[in-house]
């Protein structure tokens, strides 16, 4: 997860008080893409699964976590981010997605049958970032929870799309360096107060 997205996981709760989001909070400025986040918010209001693909640290966890803010209120039963990024095995990619909804084990349950007992009848928005390392097991995941819950929506990242019948892949450009790269910078110096609160910046050409 980027050093500027803060994520502290609660302790898994009972069906009863499962919280409604988890989502990161994001601790800087989001800068510029204002052209994708109208297209991806498009997107998303006609797909059930989108994958934002694009090469490592070119910003789709930022921009995946900034347009899920703007959108939660449109998901009765919640907005969940599950991280995939510190996974390492293919067989506890759903039992993280299960911590990230709150699920606690069930006795004699798999955590399989326990995430599509949950979501099937909820409308739900569920962010599966980090996949390219887990692709096979986040796509097998992935069409078991659509199939299973047609109120569900899911917003993937990944380096490479997930392979999943009906997804839309989305390419995530890198900023450019005319104009919002430079904001980028200049917002980050600011922060780190090296740039004058007041200071603009003009964008080179």
């Known amino acids: 997860m980027p050093s500027d997205l803060r994520n502290d996981f609660p302790p898994l709760r009972t069906p009863e008080t499962v919280a409604t989001h988890n989502i990161p909070v994001e601790l800087t400025n989001f800068v510029g893409r204002q052209p994708e986040i109208a297209s991806l918010r498009d997107t998303l209001a006609g797909s059930r699964l989108v994958t934002l693909t694009g090469a490592g640290g070119v910003g789709k966890t930022r921009l995946a976590v900034h ?14 981010y599950v991280d995939l990024a510190p996974i390492t095995h293919p067989d506890v990619v759903p039992v993280t997605a299960a911590r990230a909804l709150g699920l606690p084990d069930q006795p004699g349950r798999s955590t399989m049958d326990t995430l599509l007992r949950y979501i099937r009848e909820r409308q739900l928005l569920i962010v599966l970032d980090n996949c390219e390392h887990l ?12 199939v299973a819950a047609p109120g569900l929506t899911v917003l993937a990242t990944s380096r490479e799309p997930l392979g999943v019948a009906g997804e839309a892949a989305w390419q995530v450009p890198s900023l450019s360096l005319a104009d919002d790269a430079v904001e980028l910078f200049a917002d980050r110096a600011r922060l780190a107060g090296r740039v004058s609160p007041s200071a603009t910046t003009t964008p080179l050409r």
């Open 67 to 80: 347009v899920t803010a703007l959108i939660a209120d449109k998901f009765r039963d919640g907005v969940f």
């Open 135 to 146: 692709l096979d097991a986040s796509s097998k995941l992935v069409a078991a929870l659509l």
